[in-house]
């Protein structure tokens, strides 16, 4: 309820309220414009994502895009922009954080709060990183996954022995508190309760690209 002294009321019907009704339909315009690009950009989208589950009961498994639609499959239609791979007992904690999009975990740790929308810039600026990186949320619940970022190596090999190239350990509290937008990355990183090791840049680069505009 305003308490501030009331328009008159010839100004404000012929001012204040066309004004007004005029804002909320540019402000839908603008609203309707961005979700127009990011489903163009999710529609133009052709790339695979690789899922290794280690373990008894695990498997390897592909999800191919094409026009942004998912199907699952044992084989990939391009070489995988993102690869994540975790044992089999970590499946159910990660799941029970992220639910059914497993890419939450990354827009969880950025702060977005939801599982990332896969449009073709932001695959292609994944896509451009080469490295690995280790997720890890510590505390009751907690998980670890290794993530693949760009294409394999180019002879096809990979080093399941190698270290990450960098490591990203979260609070599994201040994990939630990021996904539900009451705590910042910054802010988490400033306060200790987001741990980088390795390659920082690497690190700081999927942020950016996770949060790279649709």
């Not at 990011?38 to 133009?44: C, F, I, W």
């Not at 999009?101 to 080469?130: E, H, K, W, Y």
């Not at 996904?179 to 990183?189: I, K, Y």
Request: net charge negative; hydrophobic share 45%.
């Amino acid at each position: 309820m305003s308490t501030s002294t009331p328009p008159d009321p010839q100004r404000f019907f012929a001012e204040r309220l066309p004004a007004q009704m005029n804002r909320q339909l540019t402000e839908q315009a603008e609203a309707a414009a961005a979700a127009k690009r990011t489903l163009d950009g999710m529609r133009a989208v052709d790339a695979t994502l690789r899922f290794d589950i280690r373990g008894a009961g695990g498997g390897t498994w592909y999800l191919n895009l094409a026009g942004g639609c998912a199907s699952a499959s044992d084989a990939p239609a391009h070489p995988p922009f993102l690869s994540i791979a975790l044992d089999r007992e970590h499946f159910e904690p990660l799941w029970r954080e992220v639910g059914d999009n497993v890419l939450g975990f990354l827009g969880g740790v950025s702060g977005m709060g939801a599982a990332i929308p896969l449009t073709r810039f932001r695959v292609d600026q994944i896509d451009a990183l080469q490295g690995s990186l280790l997720f890890e949320l510590t505390g009751p619940g907690g998980f670890r996954l290794l993530a693949r970022l760009g294409a394999p190596l180019p002879d096809g090999s990979e080093d399941a022995t190698k270290a990450p190239d960098a490591s990203i350990r979260v609070d599994a509290a201040a994990y939630r508190e990021l996904r539900s937008g009451a705590l910042q990355p910054q802010d988490a990183f400033l306060a200790g309760k987001i741990q980088v090791e390795g390659d920082m840049q690497l690190a700081m680069q999927l942020a950016l690209a996770v949060l790279s505009p649709d």
